[in-house]
T-cell receptor
Framework: GAVVSQHPSWVICKSGTSVKIECRSL??????MFWYRQFPKQSLMLMAT?????????EQGVEKDKFLINHASLTLSTLTVTSAHPEDSSFYIC?????????FGEGSWLTVV | GENVEQHPSTLSVQEGDSAVIKCTYS??????FPWYKQELGKRPQLIID?????GEKKDQRIAVTLNKTAKHFSLHITETQPEDSAVYFC??????????FGKGTKLSVIP
C-alpha cells in the first residue's frame, strides 16, 4: 500500500506555545489529506480536509484559527496547534488517498503541560 | 452528513472461532467501505475494503459483505487468532474518500 509518514510521533509542549505536525505522502502525490483527532478508546474524529493549494475545510466545531492547516505541496500537509492548552492533548493522525484507498500516518501524540 | 453505526462495541471470541462486526450507514451516496484494524497507540491499518459495485470480497481469513439496499456492511474474520485482537473500525465514504468512521469494536481473541 501507499506510505504516509507523520512527524513527530511524540511531542510535549508548554501551554501557550505552538506545535507543528507534518504529514507526508512518501510514494504518491496527495491533493487531499485529512486530519483526525482521536481520544483514548474512542473513534477517529475528522477535524479538517486539507486541499493542496487552497484553504482547508474544517468540520463543525473545529476552530480554524487554533488548528492551522497548510497543504503547500502535493506531498506535505502540516497541522499547527496554536496557543496549545492541556485540553488539546490528544492523538492526532493524518491520512491521504493513495492507490485508490485511504492510508494513515503513524499519528502524533501531543501532550500539553 | 453521513452517519455510521457499528456493533458490537466489544466482542470476545475463542481462538479458532469466527467474529462478525456489523455497520450501517445513512448516506446512499457512500460508495466506498473500508475496514481498519488499530492496535493501541498505532495507526489504523487498512485490512480490507469494498466498493458499492461489489457484494462480497474475501482475503484469506477476512471477508466483507455489503448490502446496498439495507445500507449495511459486515466484517467476517474466520479462524481467529490472538493476534487478531485489536480495535476494528468500519468507515463509509464517497468521491474524495472523506471517511466517516464507526465508533469501533474491541475484539478480544481468547487463547
Amino acid at each position: 500500500g501507499a506510505v504516509v509518514s507523520q512527524h513527530p510521533s511524540w511531542v510535549i509542549c508548554k501551554s501557550g506555545t505552538s506545535v507543528k505536525i507534518e504529514c507526508r505522502s512518501l510514494d504518491f502525490q496527495a491533493t487531499t489529506m485529512f486530519w483526525y483527532r482521536q481520544f483514548p478508546k474512542q473513534s477517529l474524529m475528522l477535524m479538517a480536509t486539507s486541499n493542496e493549494g487552497s484553504k482547508a475545510t474544517y468540520e463543525q466545531g473545529v476552530e480554524k484559527d487554533k488548528f492551522l492547516i497548510n497543504h503547500a505541496s502535493l506531498t506535505l500537509s502540516t497541522l499547527t496547534v496554536t496557543s496549545a492548552h492541556p485540553e488539546d492533548s490528544s492523538f492526532y493522525i493524518c491520512s491521504a488517498r493513495g492507490q485508490g484507498a485511504i492510508y494513515f500516518g503513524e499519528g502524533s501524540w501531543l501532550t500539553v503541560v | 452528513g453521513e452517519n455510521v453505526e457499528q456493533h458490537p462495541s466489544t466482542l470476545s471470541v475463542q481462538e479458532g472461532d469466527s467474529a462478525v462486526i456489523k455497520c450501517t450507514y445513512s448516506d446512499s451516496a457512500s460508495n466506498y467501505f473500508p475496514w481498519y484494524k488499530q492496535e493501541l497507540g498505532k495507526r489504523p491499518q487498512l485490512i480490507i475494503d469494498i466498493r458499492s459495485n461489489v457484494g462480497e470480497k474475501k482475503d484469506q481469513r477476512i471477508a466483507v459483505t455489503l448490502n446496498k439496499t439495507a445500507k449495511h456492511f459486515s466484517l467476517h474474520i474466520t479462524e481467529t487468532q490472538p493476534e487478531d485482537s485489536a480495535v476494528y473500525f468500519c468507515a463509509a465514504g464517497a468521491g474524495s474518500y472523506q471517511l466517516t468512521f464507526g465508533k469501533g469494536t474491541k475484539l478480544s481473541v481468547i487463547p
